[in-house]
């Protein structure tokens, strides 16, 4: 899958100590229109898994180039994974909080997870939804970070 490029998302929730946490992922879709929905992949020794199960809920915000450091710092096993506070806003506080400078953003709540194979399915249903679109989007494409312009803006 790696000569695939894809999205670059930064899913967000919170730790057992209540501090916002993330992980870079790249295996998330849209699932449904009605009602709105996503899923992604999470792997079984990610502590995320557990995080999110726990709290119910997971935020996700579409990255631009701008958040490469990031997202590689989020996407490295290990590593700390907490999120600077100022960084964050949170539409509906009783779910976790997304980046202020995404190119859109989800909130979302957290409806079924599913084990396959080495991985965690999660499906969570969009209750918040924001559009920015300022800036140009971060890919993932033969294990680096890339990007692409629109070219001019209107």
Not at 71 to 85: H, I, Q, W
Not at 119 to 142: C, K
């Amino acid at each position: 899958m790696r000569c695939r490029a894809d999205t670059v998302h930064l899913v967000t929730y919170r730790s057992a100590t209540g501090s916002v946490e993330g992980m870079t992922a790249t295996a998330l879709t849209a699932l449904s229109v009605t009602p709105p929905s996503v899923l992604f992949c999470v792997g079984h020794t990610s502590r995320a898994r557990d995080a999110i199960r726990r709290e119910g809920s997971f935020g996700v915000s579409i990255l631009s180039n701008a958040e490469a450091e990031l997202a590689a710092v989020a996407g490295r096993s290990g590593s700390n994974k907490a999120l600077d506070p100022e960084l964050l806003v949170a539409s509906l506080p009783e779910l976790a909080p997304v980046l202020k400078r995404a190119l859109a953003t989800l909130q979302c709540k957290l409806v079924e997870d599913r084990e396959i194979y080495t991985h965690t399915v999660f499906v969570g249903e969009v209750l918040d939804a924001n559009v920015s679109a300022e800036g140009d989007p971060l890919l993932h494409y033969l294990g680096a970070f890339a990007t692409i312009s629109r070219g001019p803006r209107p």
